[in-house]
T-cell receptor, first 113, second 113 residues
Framework: AQSVTQLGSHVSVSEGALVLLRCNYS??????LFWYVQYPNQGLQLLLK??????LVKGINGFEAEFKKSETSFHLTKPSAHMSDAAEYFC???????????FGAGTILRVKS | DADVTQTPRNRITKTGKRIMLECSQT?????MYWYRQDPGLGLRLIYY???????NKGEISDGYSVSRQAQAKFSLSLESAIPNQTALYFC????????????FGPGTRLTVT
């Protein structure tokens, strides 16, 4: 069964620093891949997705992620963190049949001033 | 206006009570999902429905039931609530034939005492 690992349940960066949130998945079959963001007391909002084509995908709020098949990874980056980026981030992948999403445990991003 | 709405947003109930959480959507999507979120565990799928006559168990369906009253409505019931069902519950929708991204409601915070 598909599984998703997010390395680091909490990540802390300074404002203006690089944000790197790690995501690895288990399947050898390239899935569709997603990053969602959850702000306090809100639902999940789609940041970006990879389906096919270019492996570097850009999302909202300056985030981007690169699909690396050989590493089964889909890490999320942002060149310069902003205080408003503080939230919980979830990586998700489609299951083997493409019918459901499997979520990682989430990474809480803290941005220090 | 929100595309995916959930009622109630917050609920406190006692052990043994029956409770229903409701989800409505105006996105015109055919697929709907119920998840629960617990700290450090990410989102786990409870039930999902690909159309009104198609309902499937997710990974943690025990103690829960669902009803798909119409394409736009999907309800989650706890027949006899227990304290370890205290969690944040999310409804989500997606469209078949799309790239599988899901759209989430704002969540219901349920506390079972």
């Amino acid at each position: 069964a598909q599984s998703v690992t997010q390395l680091g349940s909490h990540v802390s960066v300074s404002e203006g620093a690089l944000v790197l949130l790690r995501c690895n998945y288990s399947s050898s079959v390239p899935p569709y891949l997603f990053w969602y963001v959850q702000y306090p007391n809100q639902g999940l909002q789609l940041l970006l997705k990879y389906t096919t084509g270019a492996t570097l995908v850009k999302g909202i709020n300056g985030f981007e992620a690169e699909f690396k098949k050989s590493e089964t990874s889909f890490h999320l980056t942002k060149p310069s963190a902003h205080m408003s980026d503080a939230a919980e981030y979830f990586c998700a992948v489609t299951d083997s049949y493409g019918n459901k999403l499997v979520f990682g445990a989430g990474t809480i991003l803290r941005v220090k001033s | 206006d929100a595309d995916v709405t959930q009622t109630p947003r917050n609920r406190i109930t006692k052990t043994g009570k029956r409770i229903m959480l409701e989800c409505s959507q105006t996105k015109g999507h055919d697929r709907m999902y119920w998840y629960r979120q617990d700290p450090g565990l990410g989102l786990r799928l409870i039930y999902y429905s690909f159309d009104v006559k198609d309902i499937n168990k997710g990974e943690i369906s025990d103690g829960y039931s669902v009803s798909r009253q119409a394409q736009a409505k999907f309800s989650l019931s706890l027949e006899s609530a227990i304290p370890n069902q205290t969690a944040l519950y999310f409804c989500a929708t997606s469209r078949s034939g799309s790239s599988y991204e899901q759209y989430f409601g704002p969540g219901t915070r349920l506390t079972v005492t």
